[in-house]
């Protein structure tokens, strides 16, 4: 995701990392209970993992995160106006980027005199599911974050 | 450094979860939910990782398009 908010940085697409609530807290990352504590965590996702994006923070009660759907890991894509024209469940960097890549060309096609109206369409895109990557990333939170989505999801 | 308003101590709570179970964290996946596209989307305020106010419009005001990913470092 930072590569592509690089290679469409030039294109007129801003991107930002927001944070929200820990989805698997652990022994090493737990939950939040003050604000501080979450503005800490943020850095740590520039510090430690390496996030490019200008990171802003949600309130502590997630009042953004939740009004939005309250998913983990989902991704809007969001216009000058303020409206919304991609929302996914789930990010995945190549379902983004071709998303990206649709709106940014639309933008040339007015640009080109072409009229646009807006419609609705509805996909199922698909996003990698490699579970063992993923187990990997849990550790990183603690022994508590692995045993816990074991016994949640299997 | 001013931080935001102390909401609810109890949504704070619940939201905040300290482990991962489904009735825990299921309530608050609600994506069938959220804003419909093409409308005004809700704005809140946000802050930047010194902890300085600012709002999601002014961050979506900026570019012909913005690409925002929700998620945290677990």
Partial sequence: ?154 | MEGPRVGDQSMIERYNYNEFVPQKFEPWMRFEESPPLGRPAPDFPLWDLEGRETRFSAVWSVHTYTAVEFGSFT
């Avoid at chain 1, 390496?50 to 953004?64: E, K, N, Q």
């Avoid at chain 1, 960097?93 to 998303?99: D, F, G, L, M, P």
Wanted: glycine share 8%; charged share 25%; proline share 5%.
């Fill in chain 1, 1 to 154: 995701m930072n590569q592509i908010a690089e290679r469409w940085a030039p294109h007129g697409v801003g991107s930002i990392f927001l944070y929200t609530h820990e989805a698997h807290p652990g022994e090493y990352w737990p939950h939040h209970t003050s604000f501080d504590q979450k503005l800490q965590h943020a850095r740590a996702l520039r510090d430690v993992l390496g996030v490019t994006r200008p990171i802003l923070v949600d309130a502590l009660d997630g009042a953004c995160h939740r009004a939005y759907g309250g998913m983990p890991n989902m991704t809007w894509i969001i216009n000058q106006s303020g409206a919304p024209v991609y929302k996914s469940d789930w990010t995945d960097a190549h379902s983004v980027e071709n998303a990206i890549q649709y709106f940014v060309a639309a933008v040339d096609r007015r640009r080109a005199g072409e009229t646009l109206a807006p419609f609705n369409v509805e996909r199922l895109d698909l996003r990698n599911a490699d579970r063992e990557a993923f187990y990997k990333g849990l550790e990183r939170n603690g022994p508590k974050a692995v045993r816990e989505f074991r016994a949640a999801i299997g």
